[in-house]
């Protein structure tokens, strides 16, 4: 409204101005008549600047109407009038030619038109000697009537004239030398005055488009807005347009103007120039107001527009929400068969895939609206509203969405886990009942059974491995009555089965066992009886025979009273036409046996895996060579076929020329197993590369997964999996080869040789799988250069609280109950915290990206171990304790992991800065401290008092510390400056408690202490603080000088805050042990 107002005083002012400098008789009006020159204003002045109009000889002017001959003398007076108010006229009325009626009659005419002041009238009378002469009586005897009404001079000549009017104010007729031109004089007029008419109508339609617009309500759809919009756009431009055309002829006249302009004396130019200027500024300032308000209407009517259109936007996102929240919850999370998990999952999928396009689409929305409110949008509020609503909206949707499609997938696997075992326990239960028949009876049989049963057992399913308890509690939240009692069912099935494996293997053990015995009858029958012809065999007799026999122990006599004798119990059961052979064994299998075992394993599974990768090369990637299926290929799979199958080639290569040769040498001596590993250590790098590339070769694979190529290679393969589980097979491998390691190490005394080797080899591929996994989560960081970080020690996901020394109380609270969910990165010199983001993928194929946030310099890092009320949490601190970041572990294993890293490099940190300080000078004294004790070597801070405790484990569970270890830039301020002026502190041992004797000075605080007490004084790490005096005996008075505090503190408090013990350097009992702490000066 205000921009309207000054458009409305704008236009009010010009109208003003137009009033004051046009006439309301136009040129038009008496246009014909002032073209026959009967009068006309030549610009000369006379006697007090009287304006002169000239009426030259016109034989027509006693024909002109008493009303034209008015209009003409109103419009000639007020021109002059208009300019200069109250102006006097003198008029020269050139009649040498004419006659004396002629003369009577036009002054007697100009007597009764002429409206303003008129102050002369000059007569030249006729020049011929008659008509003279009658003038001249015809005016004597009239000279009394004229004189009443105005001023009437006769003169004889021109020459007379001078005497009146000067030479330079005449024109030429007159004998002057006045420049008049009248045709020139009328076009200049009628420019002035179409200017000025012109310029009225621009006023005028500016000011009703302002009332118009001012007044125009505003639609509330979005199409008649766009439609408003373009209509006053058009207008606006239209009169831009008007302005400009009018601002150019008023610069053109104007110009004109300023040429003709010879002096004072020409025609009044100098006043017509003053009057175009002022219109041209008034129409300037007009059109400056017109372009402010029509400027704000614009923007607020296209950010009407907009806001139209978010509003549309954010209310057709809200309903396509509201309809996939709708799907979400109609959708079943809990299923009860393997058909019905797989249809759930394929909606999800669905589901998912929609969701992310809206999701998309809702962030753009959210963008866009955040983009208005930065260009400081007028509804800024509502549209930030509604972003907040569309975000909360998403989030919920994607939560629900995750945790609905977690739960499907776990039920997913579920039921296939049961569904395997239930096939498993099935085929293991044919296997018993292929075993029937004489073949199986002799030694070669028997053995060839029980090699067919070890590897039928070796391809049972993991899920097996784990008691229903475990599998229940693993699967807890989408446990189901129906879930529930499948898995007692599968369990119970497994639990025969197995039994009835033990008992043919324990029969099977005893037919192919090279020393045994003949078997002896348990019956009272002759020795030598055929069993063909014994009824002791007959199916009619008792339901079983019994037969017993010693079998003794390789490389032992035998011996009726050995105690390592094995006693063996075979039952044949004919009733059922099968064998069960039954066995009980004394004793258990010896650590070598159980060695070869696992070795047995190690190279049946590696050459099993190195047939696998050869399969694949084979049957998939040289195929792909082959003529006759090119026709089934993709053009694009065959350009990036390095990218699906990455560098398998070189790890069969590698497995299957070196390392498989290399295990099978080992088959005899598992130890040395260990030494294998270690010497192809590099070697097994490839597999990181291979895991680089596994994300672009899934996402390869999804998209061309139901290539006919893929399932003729299939089909010929006779794999009953497609080509992405053998892609799995390396990742696989890799870690399994950990496991492997590990049963071997359980098999091995700790003093046999290659014990320490297979240790190693245990490290080294656990490195490497972390190094492996550690490196595919680094390579998803983004938003920041990782360059000069050192080697990345640890990852995972926490929740994090920060807080700010500085920061307002409300958003320590905030920050307090608000924990964010951020994936950590640990590196030598620095700490990085990101937030975990899901692309790259549909709902069930994500892979993670990690958006930069923080990063800790390690150097101004320090820890508190312990928080109050949850084991799960630690401090890390920043800069002398000005950025405070809670952690919250997933477990506590976790937390003492991280912790552990966190003190190393802490404490490297210490040792690298005391050696610096040592190697500049003498800048610091050593001070020896006894303990009877190992205590470690970092300040404790207890969370409530206060109070220090240098023995983490000599505290109870419910008096634990909170200990806090200073970062390298506190470390580094206590080694720059160590004062060499005697020995501040004086240690004495006394119990096994430290004690330090305390001298006045100015100090560096390497620990916290809270305040306690109103006298007390509260300490930072890194202030410089003042021991003033001893108040009294165990009262130090104390000046924090960073804070400009005073107060007092007990001398062990004193002394918790200027100690920090360098961990790693602990005393044990009677070992001096090198505390550090800074002295300024003494006083």
Same mark, same amino acid.
């Given at each position: 409204m205000?921009?309207?107002?000054?458009?409305?005083?704008?236009?009010?002012q010009l109208q003003?101005?137009?009033?004051?400098?046009?006439?309301?008789i136009?040129?038009k009006?008496?246009?014909g008549?002032?073209?026959?020159?009967?009068?006309?204003? /030549?610009?000369?002045?006379?006697e007090?600047?009287?304006?002169?109009?000239?009426?030259?000889?016109?034989s027509?002017?006693?024909?002109?109407?008493?009303e034209? %001959?008015?209009?003409? #003398?109103?419009? =000639?007076?007020?021109?002059?009038?208009?300019?200069?108010?109250?102006?006097?006229?003198?008029?020269?009325?050139?009649r040498?030619?004419?006659?004396?009626?002629?003369i009577?009659?036009?002054?007697?005419?100009?007597?009764?038109? #002429?409206?303003?002041?008129?102050?002369?009238?000059l007569?030249?009378?006729?020049?011929s000697f008659?008509h003279r002469?009658?003038?001249?009586?015809?005016?004597r005897?009239?000279?009394?009537?004229f004189?009443?009404k105005?001023?009437?001079?006769?003169?004889?000549?021109?020459?007379?004239?001078?005497?009146?009017?000067?030479?330079?104010?005449?024109?030429?007729?007159?004998?002057?030398?006045?420049?008049?031109?009248?045709?020139?004089?009328?076009?200049?007029?009628?420019?002035?005055?179409?200017?000025?008419?012109?310029?009225?109508?621009?006023?005028?339609?500016?000011?009703?488009?302002?009332?118009?617009?001012?007044e125009t309500?505003?639609?509330n759809?979005?199409?008649?807005?766009?439609?408003?919009?373009?209509s006053?756009?058009?207008?606006?431009?239209?009169? *831009?347009?008007?302005?400009?055309?009018?601002s150019?002829e008023?610069?053109? %006249?104007?110009s004109?103007?300023?040429?003709s302009?010879?002096?004072?004396?020409?025609?009044?130019?100098?006043?017509?120039?003053?009057?175009?200027?002022?219109?041209l500024?008034?129409?300037?300032?007009?059109?400056?107001a017109?372009?402010?308000f029509f400027?704000?209407?614009?923007?607020?009517?296209?950010?009407y527009l907009?806001?139209?259109?978010?509003?549309?936007?954010f209310?057709?996102?809200e309903m396509?929400?509201e309809?996939?929240?709708t799907?979400?919850?109609?959708?079943?999370?809990s299923?009860?068969?393997?058909?019905?998990?797989?249809?759930?999952?394929?909606k999800?999928?669905?589901?998912?895939?929609?969701a992310?396009?809206?999701m998309?689409?809702a962030?753009?929305?959210?963008?866009?609206?955040?983009?208005? $409110?930065a260009?400081?949008?007028?509804?800024?509020?509502?549209?930030?509203?509604?972003?907040?609503? %569309?975000?909360?909206?998403?989030?919920?949707?994607?939560?629900?969405?995750?945790?609905k499609?977690?739960?499907?997938?776990?039920?997913?696997?579920?039921?296939?886990?049961l569904?395997?075992?239930?096939?498993?326990?099935?085929?293991?239960?044919?296997l018993?009942?292929?075993?029937?028949?004489?073949?199986?009876? $002799?030694?070669?049989?028997?053995?060839?059974?029980?090699?067919?049963?070890?590897?039928?057992?070796?391809?049972?399913? /993991?899920v097996?491995? &784990?008691?229903?308890?475990?599998?229940?509690?693993?699967?807890?939240?989408?446990l189901?009555?129906?879930?529930?009692s499948?898995?007692?069912?599968?369990?119970?099935?497994y639990a025969?089965?197995q039994?009835?494996?033990?008992?043919?293997?324990?029969?099977?053990?005893?037919?192919?066992?090279?020393?045994?015995?003949?078997?002896?009858?348990?019956?009272p029958?002759?020795?030598?009886s055929?069993?063909? *012809?014994?009824?002791?065999?007959?199916?009619?007799?008792?339901?079983?025979?019994?037969?017993?026999?010693?079998?003794?122990?390789?490389g032992?006599?035998?011996?009726?009273?050995?105690? +390592?004798?094995?006693?063996i119990?075979?039952? +044949?059961?004919?009733?059922? @036409?099968?064998s069960?052979?039954?066995?009980?064994?004394?004793?258990?299998?010896?650590?070598?046996?159980?060695?070869?075992?696992?070795?047995?394993?190690?190279?049946?599974?590696?050459?099993?895996?190195?047939?696998?990768?050869l399969?694949?090369?084979?049957?998939?990637?040289?195929e792909?060579?082959?003529?006759?299926?090119?026709?089934?290929?993709?053009?694009?799979?065959?350009?990036?076929r390095?990218?699906?199958?990455?560098?398998?080639?070189?790890?069969?290569?590698?497995?299957?020329?070196?390392?498989l040769?290399?295990?099978?040498?080992?088959?005899?001596?598992?130890?040395?197993?260990?030494?294998?590993?270690?010497?192809?250590?590099e070697?097994?790098?490839?597999?990181e590369?291979?895991?680089?590339?596994?994300?672009?070769?899934d996402?390869l694979w999804?998209? #061309?997964?139901q290539?006919?190529f893929?399932?003729?290679?299939?089909?010929?393969?006779?794999?009953?999996?497609?080509?992405?589980?053998?892609?799995?097979?390396?990742?696989?491998r890799l870690?399994k080869y950990?496991?492997?390691?590990?049963?071997?190490?359980?098999?091995?005394?700790?003093e046999?040789?290659?014990?320490?080797?297979?240790?190693?080899?245990?490290?080294?591929?656990?490195?490497?799988?972390?190094?492996?996994?550690? @490196?595919? +989560?680094?390579?998803?960081?983004?938003?920041y250069?990782?360059?000069?970080?050192?080697?990345? =020690?640890?990852?995972?996901s926490?929740?994090?609280?920060?807080?700010?020394?500085?920061?307002?109380?409300?958003?320590?609270?905030f920050?307090?109950?608000?924990?964010?969910?951020?994936?950590?990165?640990?590196?030598?010199? !620095?700490?990085? #915290?990101?937030?975990?983001?899901?692309? +790259?993928?549909?709902a069930?194929?994500?892979?993670?990206?990690?958006?930069?946030?923080?990063?800790?310099?390690?150097?101004?890092?320090?820890?508190?171990?312990?928080?109050?009320?949850?084991?799960?949490k630690?401090e890390?601190?920043?800069?002398?304790?000005?950025?405070?970041?809670?952690?919250?572990?997933?477990?506590?294993?976790v *937390?003492?992991?991280?912790?552990?890293?966190?003190?190393?490099?802490?404490?490297?940190?210490?040792?690298?800065?005391?050696?610096?300080?040592?190697?500049?000078?003498? %800048?610091?004294?050593?001070v020896?401290l006894?303990s009877?004790?190992?205590?470690?070597?970092v300040?404790?801070?207890?969370?409530?008092?206060?109070?220090?405790?240098?023995?983490?484990?000599? $505290?109870?569970?419910?008096?634990q510390?909170?200990?806090?270890?200073?970062?390298?830039h506190?470390a580094?301020?206590? !080694?720059?400056?160590? &004062?060499g002026?005697?020995?501040?502190?004086?240690?004495?041992?006394?119990?096994?408690?430290?004690l330090?004797?305390?001298?006045?000075?100015?100090?560096?605080?390497?620990?916290?202490c809270?305040?306690?007490?109103?006298k007390?004084?509260?300490i930072?790490?890194?202030?410089?603080?003042q021991?003033?005096?001893?108040?009294?005996?165990?009262?130090?008075l104390?000046?924090?000088?960073s804070?400009?505090?005073?107060?007092?503190?007990?001398?062990?408090?004193?002394?918790?805050?200027?100690?920090?013990c360098?961990?790693?350097?602990?005393?044990?009992?009677?070992?001096?042990?090198?505390?550090?702490?800074?002295?300024?000066?003494?006083?």
């Amino acid at each position: 409204m205000e921009s309207y107002h000054s458009l409305l005083q704008a236009s009010s002012q010009l109208q003003s101005t137009l009033q004051q400098v046009t006439v309301p008789i136009s040129l038009k009006e008496v246009g014909g008549f002032i073209e026959k020159q009967v009068a006309y204003l /030549s610009g000369g002045r006379g006697e007090d600047s009287s304006v002169i109009i000239t009426l030259p000889e016109c034989s027509a002017f006693s024909d002109i109407p008493e009303e034209a %001959l008015a209009k003409v #003398f109103t419009y =000639l007076t007020l021109i002059p009038r208009k300019r200069q108010p109250g102006v006097k006229f003198i008029i020269i009325l050139d009649r040498r030619l004419d006659t004396w009626p002629s003369i009577k009659t036009a002054l007697a005419r100009i007597s009764a038109s #002429f409206p303003g002041n008129l102050h002369l009238v000059l007569v030249l009378r006729p020049t011929s000697f008659f008509h003279r002469t009658v003038t001249d009586i015809g005016f004597r005897f009239s000279q009394e009537d004229f004189m009443l009404k105005m001023p009437v001079v006769m003169l004889s000549s021109v020459t007379d004239l001078l005497r009146y009017i000067e030479e330079n104010q005449l024109t030429s007729e007159f004998g002057g030398t006045l420049d008049y031109c009248h045709s020139d004089w009328i076009v200049l007029r009628t420019a002035i005055e179409s200017f000025a008419m012109t310029v009225k109508d621009i006023a005028h339609l500016l000011q009703n488009f302002g009332t118009e617009v001012a007044e125009t309500d505003l639609p509330n759809e979005t199409k008649n807005t766009e439609c408003l919009l373009e209509s006053q756009t058009n207008k606006y431009r239209k009169l *831009k347009d008007a302005i400009r055309t009018v601002s150019k002829e008023g610069c053109h %006249l104007l110009s004109n103007l300023q040429t003709s302009d010879k002096g004072d004396s020409h025609w009044d130019v100098r006043l017509d120039t003053e009057t175009v200027h002022r219109l041209l500024a008034q129409l300037r300032e007009m059109e400056s107001a017109f372009d402010g308000f029509f400027e704000k209407h614009h923007m607020k009517l296209h950010q009407y527009l907009q806001l139209l259109r978010f509003e549309q936007s954010f209310q057709e996102m809200e309903m396509c929400l509201e309809h996939l929240q709708t799907q979400e919850k109609d959708l079943l999370s809990s299923v009860d068969s393997l058909p019905r998990a797989e249809q759930a999952l394929k909606k999800m999928d669905t589901l998912w895939s929609s969701a992310l396009d809206v999701m998309s689409r809702a962030q753009i929305i959210i963008l866009h609206g955040h983009q208005l $409110s930065a260009n400081h949008h007028y509804a800024m509020a509502l549209i930030m509203q509604r972003c907040n609503e %569309l975000r909360h909206c998403c989030d919920t949707l994607n939560v629900a969405l995750k945790s609905k499609h977690t739960a499907l997938l776990q039920a997913h696997q579920l039921l296939l886990c049961l569904g395997q075992a239930q096939t498993w326990c099935d085929d293991g239960a044919y296997l018993l009942a292929s075993q029937v028949g004489n073949k199986y009876q $002799s030694k070669e049989g028997a053995q060839s059974a029980l090699k067919d049963i070890e590897n039928f057992l070796q391809g049972a399913p /993991s899920v097996l491995s &784990s008691g229903p308890e475990i599998v229940a509690i693993e699967y807890e939240a989408i446990l189901t009555p129906q879930l529930q009692s499948q898995i007692q069912k599968t369990f119970e099935k497994y639990a025969t089965v197995q039994q009835m494996i033990q008992n043919r293997q324990n029969c099977l053990k005893k037919l192919a066992d090279k020393h045994i015995r003949p078997v002896q009858l348990v019956a009272p029958r002759a020795e030598n009886s055929p069993r063909s *012809k014994s009824p002791l065999f007959s199916p009619k007799n008792s339901d079983g025979l019994k037969f017993t026999f010693d079998l003794s122990l390789p490389g032992k006599r035998t011996s009726k009273k050995a105690i +390592h004798s094995r006693k063996i119990e075979v039952i +044949h059961d004919y009733q059922e @036409s099968r064998s069960c052979l039954s066995y009980s064994v004394e004793g258990e299998d010896s650590p070598d046996v159980l060695k070869r075992r696992v070795m047995r394993e190690l190279i049946e599974t590696e050459r099993i895996y190195v047939e696998e990768l050869l399969s694949v090369l084979l049957g998939y990637r040289a195929e792909m060579e082959n003529p006759a299926l090119s026709g089934l290929l993709p053009p694009e799979i065959v350009s990036t076929r390095d990218i699906l199958f990455g560098n398998l080639h070189e790890i069969y290569n590698f497995h299957s020329r070196v390392f498989l040769q290399d295990l099978e040498g080992c088959l005899e001596s598992p130890e040395a197993v260990g030494a294998c590993f270690l010497e192809r250590k590099e070697c097994f790098q490839m597999y990181e590369s291979y895991c680089h590339n596994k994300p672009h070769s899934d996402a390869l694979w999804k998209k #061309f997964s139901q290539c006919t190529f893929f399932q003729e290679c299939q089909k010929k393969l006779e794999h009953k999996l497609g080509l992405d589980s053998y892609l799995l097979k390396p990742v696989q491998r890799l870690t399994k080869y950990q496991l492997l390691l590990k049963e071997l190490l359980k098999n091995c005394s700790t003093e046999s040789e290659g014990t320490s080797d297979l240790q190693e080899a245990l490290v080294a591929m656990l490195d490497l799988v972390k190094s492996v996994n550690d @490196s595919m +989560h680094q390579t998803a960081i983004t938003g920041y250069e990782l360059c000069e970080l050192g080697r990345m =020690l640890l990852q995972g996901s926490f929740s994090v609280w920060i807080s700010h020394k500085k920061g307002a109380t409300r958003m320590k609270e905030f920050a307090r109950f608000k924990p964010m969910q951020r994936h950590m990165f640990l590196y030598e010199k !620095a700490l990085l #915290f990101c937030k975990r983001r899901e692309e +790259h993928g549909d709902a069930s194929d994500k892979t993670p990206s990690y958006s930069f946030k923080h990063c800790l310099k390690m150097t101004a890092v320090g820890i508190t171990e312990n928080v109050k009320g949850d084991v799960k949490k630690f401090e890390i601190w920043y800069s002398g304790r000005e950025e405070v970041y809670v952690i919250q572990a997933p477990t506590p294993e976790v *937390k003492t992991t991280w912790l552990n890293e966190l003190r190393k490099i802490l404490t490297n940190q210490q040792k690298l800065l005391r050696e610096e300080a040592h190697q500049h000078g003498p %800048l610091c004294e050593h001070v020896q401290l006894e303990s009877k004790q190992q205590r470690a070597s970092v300040s404790s801070e207890d969370t409530e008092s206060g109070r220090s405790s240098p023995d983490q484990h000599s $505290s109870s569970p419910k008096q634990q510390n909170r200990r806090s270890w200073p970062g390298a830039h506190h470390a580094a301020e206590a !080694a720059e400056e160590w &004062s060499g002026h005697g020995d501040p502190f004086h240690l004495s041992d006394s119990e096994g408690a430290t004690l330090l004797t305390l001298l006045p000075g100015r100090y560096v605080a390497l620990s916290d202490c809270p305040e306690n007490g109103t006298k007390s004084v509260a300490i930072k790490s890194g202030d410089i603080i003042q021991l003033k005096h001893e108040e009294k005996p165990e009262l130090w008075l104390v000046k924090n000088l960073s804070m400009q505090t005073e107060g007092l503190m007990s001398t062990a408090s004193v002394q918790s805050v200027l100690m920090c013990c360098q961990r790693g350097q602990t005393s044990r009992l009677g070992e001096p042990a090198t505390l550090k702490m800074r002295k300024l000066s003494t006083p």
